[in-house]
């Protein structure tokens, strides 16, 4: 068997968690836990579920008008 060839990787990455995230796509990672973040549509934001807690990204979001509404840990049932 030959060798293959190692693969380059171009770019400033985080390894976490045996994973390499790209340093442009953080913004979608748990800034606790690196978990794939996940998006509510009803309130319009994103959330950690391993976590268990909202993460809003922009302060502003904190404004809106069903913020108040939504429950205190986004997989409350």
Request: glycine share 2%.
């Amino acid at each position: 068997m030959g060798k293959q060839p190692k693969q380059k990787y171009l770019g400033i990455f985080l390894a976490t968690n045996q994973k390499l995230i790209r340093i442009d796509e953080l913004q979608d990672y748990c800034y606790k836990c690196f978990s794939l973040l996940r998006y509510n549509e009803q309130f319009d934001t994103n959330f950690c579920a391993r976590c268990n807690e909202w993460r809003d990204i922009e302060r502003s979001n904190m404004k809106k008008k069903n913020h108040h509404e939504r429950p205190q840990k986004p997989c409350d049932e």
